[in-house]
């Protein structure tokens, strides 16, 4: 397939996703029809036989695999961290790409252990966003060439992707999109992120409420609300969860920046994020909200609170589980088991 | 070491769990000093820093490795099974004995996926256990011989054990020792099993409720009530949790059955389950019950109910990121990123 061109407006964005493919019928049929084959009692895997299901319903083929599973995180500054809501100065983002790419964070161990490859994609660590607690956050220009890289980043023959984020200040942003996609009260979206508390998170509350306010009153588009509020490497992420769709690579979310991230394109097309799983859910409260307003319930919940993509990247060893078990099992007429299912 | 022994008597094993070894200080002191050394935010890896401090300190070792994990599968069958308490016929449990020998059930394929070794060890298939219903499931002797079976499984240079069962019949077992061991209503601690509803289901509760009455009138001793009310294949579970604990080899116990055959454990020392996590939590609600009694926090919730070790052989990827991040990451200073908890 010839790669789709990045979109160059907030309306071709839509129009991408407006046109999304849906799940490949056959591949889902022949997974359904496998299951109960197996030697199991009907439905005892759990969860394990829904992701089996949804990898080959997205990857558009049965037996699904998992061989060549991709981390990706995005990273870029935030203008808003002007207004004192993170634990962390904004030299920090600088910093852990470095790190990323020397191989010392958690997501490089992580993602080793997971068999994953991974890559950090700076895309605006030093340019950053304008403060949108005083005007938009990019332009439709820059909201564009972001979405555009991570477009491009995604390696179109991965079968499952995981996606994160590194940018100090970005559970504010995560908060102030979520608010303004879903409306409700600052507070309920904003938690303490790398560690914020007292008077600093009452006035990450109160910059979250007012940049939401400010920007509100101009539109109720979720791109538009995306380009005001968001940050470049969430955009990055919308970017590659809409590539990702286009080339049938199933994708796992991460906490709540990621999940933030993949909002404003399920606020424009309902079905937007059905190739997508949560692969965890964060310790941060306006994770939980999150993914009750999406429909989506987490692979996992160990109270994790990192991002870089981590809760996706764990997550990808259960869907190789999954896989692994629906593809590998003898059935009953194979192993010679009985099947209380069957008629003697 | 030179192996203990296993137990000639039920006094000989309350002595062998009287003297458990206790953690060990040194390494878990080692993971303490290192954990805030690492290159995030302190505490953001939740639960996988617990699993980290938790390794060590019972593989008695920092830095921790998982590199030779083990799962074993205990099979045997149940006598109460001739009171109609199962969805599926006692021969299964051969059948599937023979599933594992060649490789076709689903702890095969997440062994492998594991990268753990997996053998099935038969303790009683044939012989099976007498009906609980009517009088103790097993002699001392048959009680002693199957926790021998069990500390013999395990294999001494493994880092990790996961253990699990298959025997028809077994969740009866589960709900019987919970029950006699907890309190509580029958009707708590007795579930659907493989499948089991309506007047079935009205019957193993009646079962569980009845047997339970029957031996409690005997004794309050639990490892006598296992002796009645367990299974071959629970009292093998405890023997290889038990050489586990003597071999400084953490364990990742499995759902309700396993679990089941953990407590008695527990019930007659209270530490004596601290080198086993909960791997998984099943769908069969009396494992909510009993984790709690028990004070375990499961890591993983799939909604899972096979037993087999599948839910912890799943776990065990967990474990391995655990270990993974926090022997491999950059500190701080290594990494040259601003610590927010160091002095400038």
């Not at 984020?165 to 309920?188: C, D, K, R, V």
């Not at 404003?264 to 909200?289: K, Q, R």
């Amino acid at each position: 397939m010839a790669m789709t061109p990045a979109p160059k407006s907030l309306s071709e964005v839509h129009d991408l996703i407006a046109k999304f493919p849906g799940l490949d019928a056959d591949a889902a049929m022949a997974a359904e029809m496998r299951e109960p084959s197996l030697t199991k009692p009907p439905g005892s895997l759990g969860r394990l036989e829904e992701v089996a299901h949804w990898l080959a319903s997205w990857q558009g083929r049965h037996p699904a695999k998992v061989e060549a599973p991709q981390v990706i995180v995005f990273a870029a500054n935030h203008g808003v961290s002007a207004q004192g809501v993170s634990a962390y100065p904004p030299e920090v983002t600088a910093q852990m790409v470095s790190n990323f790419e020397h191989g010392g964070a958690a997501i490089n161990q992580i993602s080793h252990a997971a068999d994953a490859t991974m890559k950090v994609v700076d895309v605006g660590v030093t340019e950053g966003t304008q403060d949108f607690s005083t005007g938009p956050a990019m332009t439709e220009e820059s909201f564009c060439n972001a979405f555009g890289q991570g477009m491009a980043a995604v390696n179109v023959s991965t079968d499952l992707l995981a996606v994160g984020e590194m940018g100090i200040g970005n559970t504010t942003t995560a908060a102030a999109l979520s608010h303004a996609l879903h409306g409700g009260t600052a507070e309920t979206w904003t938690g303490a992120g790398t560690g914020v508390e007292g008077a600093a998170l009452a006035n990450k509350v109160r910059v979250v409420g007012e940049s939401v306010a400010l920007h509100k009153a101009e539109t109720n588009d979720p791109l538009d609300l995306f380009r005001r509020l968001g940050g470049l490497e969430l955009v990055a992420i919308a970017g590659a969860i809409t590539r990702a769709r286009l080339e049938r690579i199933p994708v796992l979310l991460d906490g709540y920046v990621c999940t933030a991230a993949a909002a404003p394109l399920a606020a424009a097309a309902a079905n937007a994020l059905d190739h997508c799983l949560a692969g965890h859910v964060s310790a941060e409260p306006g994770h939980t909200h999150l993914l009750e307003k999406l429909g989506k319930v987490p692979l996992l919940d160990l109270n994790m609170r990192l991002g870089e993509a981590s809760g996706a990247a764990v997550a990808i060893a259960l869907v190789k589980m999954a896989t692994a078990y629906h593809s590998g099992m003898a059935t009953f007429d194979e192993a010679g088991v009985t099947d209380k299912n069957e008629s003697p």
